[in-house]
């Protein structure tokens, strides 16, 4: 059985960085894809990056230039690095993996982020 594994979340001031990690048990080979979603309270999930295989990825527009999506050479593990961080960033944060195209398959079970002064 897959399960997806966060770690890294935590409370910070605005401005400051924070690394979010997140590890696949029970599977060694690589994902389609890896992504990390976000919802903040009283939100729908959203995306926030994604990662392909194949090294393609994907931003939300309100994180460009500040978060970089990677992932191991096996392609079962996805990184989340978050720099100038803001308020507006606080939400909890799930990791997912993808076999395919069709969404999403396993989600891990949030970490949570709070950006506070």
């Known amino acids: 059985q897959v399960r997806l594994i966060e770690s890294g979340g935590g409370l910070v001031q605005p401005g400051a960085s924070l690394r979010l990690s997140c590890a696949a048990s029970?599977?060694?080979?690589?994902?389609?894809?890896m992504g990390w979603f976000r919802q903040a309270p009283g939100k729908e999930r959203d995306i926030v990056a994604s990662?392909?295989?194949?090294?393609?990825?994907y931003y939300t527009d309100s994180v460009k230039g500040r978060f970089t999506v990677s992932r191991n050479k096996a392609g079962n593990s996805v990184y989340l690095q978050m720099h100038n961080l803001e308020p507006e960033d606080t939400a909890v944060y799930y990791c997912?993996?993808?076999?395919?195209?069709?969404?999403?398959?396993?989600w891990g079970q949030g970490t949570q982020v709070t950006v506070s002064s």
């Open positions: 029970g599977r060694t080979t690589g994902f389609y894809a």
């Open positions: 997912a993996a993808s076999l395919g195209r069709d969404g999403y398959d396993y």
């Open positions: 990662i392909r295989l194949n090294g393609n990825t």
